[in-house]
C-alpha cells in the first residue's frame, strides 16, 4: 500500500493518475469552476469535513440524496444495524415489501414497485417498460431535463422546436437516439401515435430549477392520454423531496410511471420505479420486459430508505419549507452584498441559483426552459463558487445544479458562515 495522503492536492494527483479525471461522476472534478475538489473525510447535518480538517457549510447534499443532514444517527444506525445482518443475500427481503409499500402508499398513480441501485436504472427501465407495454419506439423528452446516462436518454435536442435527438455522448451511437425526440421544457410537444412515452421532470431540477408553468403538466397528461403514450415523472430528485408525494402531488398530476433515487436511499444507491399493477406486471418476472439487478432492494439500501421516510411526515416538509425560504433570503442578501447579481428560484423546498446579467436581474424573472436557465453567467458561478469555498462554503462545482438544504441548515448555521463571505 502507498502512504496515506492527507491534502486535497495530493489526492487528487493521486486520483488523476488511477481514476479519470480524479473523479467517479464528471461534475466532481471541478472542471467548470476551476480549482481543486476537496475530498471528503466525513459529513454531520450541515456540515462536510475535507480530509484537510476544512469544515463546509454543505449546499450539495449529495445532490439531493441527503434529505435529513449528514450522517443523522436514525439513518447511520439503521445502516449499522442491517450491515451487522449482512449486506446482501440475493434473495428477498422484509424491508423490501415495506419500502415498496411506503412508495406505493405515499406516490400518485403507483400500485407497485420495483426497487434498482440508481435513478439512472430507474429511468432505463421505465423507458423500456413504456416501450414494451405500449409496442411504441418513440420516446420524448425535454432539453435540459436529465435522467441519468442510459443511452437513450443522452440525447441532445436543438432549441426551439422539438427536434430528433442527436447524440449527446460519444460512444452513443445515432441508432440509440434514433427515437427520442427532444422538445423545450414548458411546451407540450405534439405526439403521434409512435410514441410510447413522454418523460419528464416535473420540476426540472438539473438546469438550476426550473417549475413547471402553469399547465404544462397537465398539457403533457392530456397529450399522452390522447395519443395513448404514457406519461414518466422522473421524481429522481423531486420524490421525497417536495413532498410526501412529490410533484405528482404538488402539482396534482398523475402519472403512468414515476421514477425514484436519491432521497429514498438517504444516501445509499437506490432507485426505483412505479405504476398501476397492470403496467407494472409488464416487467419480468410476470412480463416480457427483462430487467434485473444482483443488488437491488440491498438491505443497506432500504435500511436507510425506511429510516428517512420515517421521518417525512407533512410537519417535516413544512418546516424544511420554511428552512429554504429563510436560506433563500440569506443567499440572496449574501451574493448582493458581495456585489453580484443573483436569481434565486425556489420551488417548495428546492432552491434554483441563476447568476448575473440582464434578463435575470429582473427580480421577477424566471426560467422557462434550457435556453434561458443557460443565459446563467457561469464565470459570475464559478467566482462564487470559489469564493464561498475560501469561506467554508459548499455550492455544488457547477452552474446548473439545485441548493440543497436540510433542516440541520438552521439560521444562525448559515448566517454564521455567510457573514463571514458578505464581510470580505
Ligand atoms: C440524479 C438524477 C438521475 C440519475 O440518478 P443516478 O442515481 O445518478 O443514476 C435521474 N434523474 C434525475 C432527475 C436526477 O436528478
Known sequence: MTEPRSTNAD????????????????????????????????????????VE???????????????????????TEAVAKAAADGTSYGAPTQREVLLAELIAE?????????????????????????RGHTGRPRIVKFAGCYHGHADALLAAGGSGVATLGLSGSDGVPPNAVADTLVAPYNEVPELDDQVAAVIVEPVAANMGVVP?????????????????ALLIFDEVITGFRLGRGGAAERFGVTPDIACFGKVIGGG??????????????TLAPTGPVYQ???????PLATAAGLAVLDHLTSGFYNDLEATVTATAAQLDTMLLEAGYEASIIQEGTLLGLYMGQPPINDATWRPKNYDEARTTDEQAYARVHAQAL???????????????????????????????????
Open 212 to 228: 413547471p408553468a402553469p399547465g404544462f403538466l397537465e398539457g403533457l397528461r392530456a397529450a399522452c392520454d390522447e395519443a395513448g
Open 53 to 75: 480538517g476544512r469544515r463546509y457549510l454543505d449546499f450539495v447534499q449529495s445532490y439531493g440524496a441527503i434529505i435529513l443532514g449528514h450522517a443523522h444517527p436514525a439513518v
Open 268 to 281: 445509499l444507491p437506490i432507485g426505483a420505479l412505479g405504476a398501476s399493477t397492470e403496467i407494472m406486471q
Open 106 to 130: 405515499a406516490a400518485p398513480g403507483v400500485e407497485q414497485v420495483r426497487l434498482v441501485s440508481s435513478g439512472t436504472e430507474a429511468t432505463m427501465t421505465a423507458v423500456r417498460l413504456a
Open 11 to 50: 489526492l487528487f494527483e493521486a486520483a488523476q493518475r488511477v481514476i479519470p479525471g480524479g473523479v467517479n461522476s464528471p461534475v466532481r472534478a471541478f472542471g467548470s469552476v476551476g480549482g481543486t475538489p476537496y475530498f471528503i473525510a466525513r459529513a454531520e447535518g450541515p456540515y462536510v469535513f475535507d
Open 390 to 424: 475560501d469561506h467554508g462554503v459548499a455550492f455544488a462545482p457547477g452552474a446548473y445544479e439545485a441548493v440543497f438544504v436540510s433542516p440541520a441548515h438552521t439560521s444562525n448555521v448559515i448566517d454564521e458562515v455567510l457573514t463571514a463571505i458578505a464581510a470580505t
Open 292 to 298: 434485473a439487478g444482483t443488488l437491488s432492494g440491498n
